[in-house]
Nanobody
Framework: QVQLVESGGGLVEAGGSLRLSCAAS????????MGWYRQAPGKQQRELVA????????NYADSVKGRFTISRDNAKNTIYLQMNSLKPEDTAVYFC???????????WGQGTQVIVSS
């Protein structure tokens, strides 16, 4: 059974930092791209925050460039999101995503809440 388990969310003051982790298990195929998406309060759509390929190439949303850093440990099937200089507008539920195998199957974690107070 495929599982993506996120951790590291919480409440932080503006300007503070948090580090999110996402560990993938039960995946027999190769994991291609892994990433973080977020869904802000009152919004229905999730937006891409950052993603990283199996080779380490990264892509960031413009709103987090220079503040967030995504990294990956392929041996552990784990990704991290270091979030610095957090702003109230970063408040959202953050979801881990993995694209797996040659058919690009999509898997999602259950989400972790990040609240940034002003």
């Amino acid at each position: 059974q495929v599982q993506l388990v996120e951790s590291g969310g919480g409440l932080v003051e503006a300007g503070g930092s948090l580090r999110l982790s996402c560990a993938a298990s039960g995946i027999a195929l190769s994991i291609n791209t892994m990433g973080w998406y977020r869904q802000a309060p009152g919004k229905q759509q999730r937006e891409l925050v950052a993603e990283i390929t199996s080779r380490g190439s990264t892509n960031y949303a413009d709103s987090v460039k220079g503040r967030f850093t995504i990294s990956r440990d392929n041996a552990k099937n784990t990704i991290y999101l270091q979030m610095n200089s957090l702003k109230p507008e970063d408040t959202a539920v953050y979801f881990c995503n993995a694209i797996v195998g040659i058919y690009a199957l999509n898997y999602w974690g259950q989400g972790t809440q990040v609240i940034v107070s002003s």
